[in-house]
Structure formats: C-alpha cells, structure tokens
C-alpha cells in the first residue's frame, strides 16, 4: 500500500515568515494530493490540493509543489499569520482506491 | 447542507462495552470513510463503504470493529468490547466520487 512520510513533525516560524512542509510518497500510481489543516480538537479541514497533471498551484498565500519523478510534494505558506498555526497533514491517493493515506502530520506554530 | 454529522461527539465506554459511533455524509454523497486518530497522531485510514458495500477494510482491525453503510440511515462504525488502546478519536468523511472529501467533527471515545 502507499506510505506517505511527512517532515517536519513541529515547526516555529516568526509572523510574517515563510513555512515549508515536504511529504513523500511510495505508490507512483498515486495522483491526487490534498492539504488537510487540524486546528486543536476540530476536524481536518481541505486546504489546497494538486493532481499529477499539474506542477504547482497557488490560492493567495499558500502553494502546493509536486514533483512526480521524486515522488514528493510539499505546502507552501508565505506572510505567515498566527491564526496558521495548527496541525498540517499531507496526503496521497489513487484513482479507483478513493481511500487517503495521510502522513504523520506536521504542528506549525506562527510566533507573533 | 449541513456537512457530515457525525455523533455522540463525546462518548464513554468501559472496558468490554460496545461503542456504536454514526456518521451522516453530505447530501449528494455516496462514499463513506472512517478514519482514527491517537493523540499526537495521524490520521489512520479505516474503512472505505458506499452504500450497502465495503468496499475496502484493509484499515480495519479484523477483530471486534464492524462498519456498515446500510440504504437508509448512517453509517455505523461498531466496536465490540472496548479496551483502553481504543481510545481515540474517529473521524468519518464523505465525498461524492473520488475526491472531495469532506470530514466530520469526529467522535472522540474514551474507554474507562
């Protein structure tokens, strides 16, 4: 099955600073990556996601990158805010499975 | 549309008792996913059901958890004799195909 494997686990950054989290994944039939974002006791929430026809997307301050021959992909936040800071989780799944597998999932805290 | 329902919220078993947790998808949607998180942890893929089917339990422990997705009504995620690892919080989300998933507030269960 797929293993998707996400870095880093916490990450602090200043207000206004850049975060980056990078996920890998195993399964090279895996074609859709959605962003999830958890704040404490809520549920995931859809962020931003990417299919594998397309390299990069971006909606305001936050921008996925994929990279299919690496198999790995990554989140992007620019003009971090506090109200960011929450659990980020990655995620990977394949047409006719349907079922996500998510990674471990990375605590971003925005300093202010 | 009242998003996917999912209750109790919060539910207190003791060891042995059966916990029954339901999910209502979306309006529109077809697929039903049970997912469970520990503290500090990922989220877990459980059970993938469609109405009347299961379609993948590959998540699923084989022993004492049950799920059924039946023509009328909600999905029912059903564990029988309840010990403490089960303690966690189980999180349904629904879609109406292949992505688009939409999570619930999550159930979470405390075993005594």
């Known amino acids: 099955g797929e293993n998707v494997e996400q870095h880093p686990s916490t990450l602090s950054v200043q207000e206004g600073d850049s975060a980056v989290i990078k996920c890998t994944y195993s399964?090279?039939?895996?074609?859709?990556f959605p962003w999830y974002k958890q704040e404490l006791g809520k549920r995931p929430q859809l962020i931003i996601d990417?299919?594998?026809?397309?390299g990069e997307k971006k909606d305001q301050r936050i921008a996925v990158t994929l990279n299919k021959t690496a198999k790995h992909f990554s989140l992007h936040i620019t003009e971090t805010q506090p109200e960011d800071s929450a659990v980020y989780f990655c995620a990977a799944s394949k047409t006719g499975a349907n079922n996500l597998f998510f990674g471990t999932g990375t605590r971003l805290t925005v300093i202010p | 549309n009242a998003g996917v329902m999912q209750n109790p919220r919060h539910l207190v078993r003791r060891r042995g008792q059966e916990a029954r947790l339901r999910c209502s998808p979306m309006k529109g949607h077809s697929h039903v996913y049970w997912y469970r998180q520990l503290p500090e942890e990922g989220l877990k893929f459980m059970v993938y059901?469609?109405?009347?089917?299961?379609?993948?339990e590959s998540g699923m422990p084989k022993e004492r958890f049950s799920a059924e997705f039946p023509k009328e009504g909600p999905s029912i995620l059903r564990i029988q004799q309840v010990v403490r690892g089960d303690s966690a919080a189980y999180f349904c989300?629904?879609?109406?195909?292949?992505?688009?998933?939409?999570f619930g507030s999550g159930t979470r269960l405390t075993v005594v």
């Open positions: 989300a629904s879609s109406p195909g292949a992505d688009g998933y939409t």
């Open positions: 399964d090279s039939a895996s074609n859709y």
């Open positions: 059901l469609q109405k009347e089917n299961i379609i993948d």
């Open positions: 990417i299919r594998s026809n397309v």
